[in-house]
């Protein structure tokens, strides 16, 4: 089996890999094996084919780097409790001093403890500073 056989064969094998795993990395191998395989046609010597794989993956990766940061974004939404996090809401039953209440966040009731460990009455408007547990940790908004 020649040279440029191999070379491909181990770029096909890789590109394969690809499919089942993220991060484009045996992409980057796949593609600089088979673009090696074809130079390996007119360049002979183990070491050069060597060095040219190894410089020809390197670009790529930097490339699909690039592209794919473009492609996954960076910002995104909280999901599930994440979610309440600086949400707003109001308390339906008063949160004593180191103790539980209850505050109606977007037509939820949770249980609720004051951030500052003070006294919220009820009707007072609060913001979800933390979640912990099964409880929402939150403090009065100032008017």
Same mark, same amino acid.
């Given at each position: 089996?020649?040279?440029? /056989? ?8 890789? #590109?394969?890999?690809? !499919?089942? +795993? ?12 088979? !673009? %090696?395989?074809?130079?390996? $046609?007119? &360049? ?10 190894? !410089?020809? %993956?390197?670009? !790529?990766?930097?490339? /699909?780097?690039?592209?794919? +940061?473009? $492609? ?6 909280? %999901? ?11 308390? +339906?039953?008063? &949160? ?16 609720? #403890? ?9 009707? %007072? ?11 929402? /940790? ?6």
């Amino acid at each position: 089996m020649s040279a440029w /056989m191999i070379w491909v064969a181990i770029g096909i094998i890789c #590109v394969i890999i690809e !499919i089942f +795993t993220p991060g484009f990395l045996f992409l980057s191998f796949g593609f600089g094996a088979i !673009i %090696t395989g074809l130079l390996s $046609l007119i &360049i002979n010597g183990l070491a050069w084919q060597i060095l040219i794989f190894a !410089i020809i %993956t390197f670009c !790529i990766f930097i490339l /699909m780097r690039k592209f794919s +940061t473009k $492609l996954i974004s960076k910002e995104y939404e909280q %999901t599930n409790v994440q979610a309440l996090i600086r949400k707003k809401g109001k308390v +339906t039953d008063e &949160i004593p001093k180191d103790g539980r209440g209850h505050v109606k966040i977007g037509g939820e009731e949770w249980s609720a #403890v004051s951030s500052d460990h003070k006294k919220i009455q009820i009707d %007072t408007r609060v913001i979800v500073d933390k979640i912990e547990g099964n409880k929402v /940790m939150v403090s009065p908004i100032d008017n």
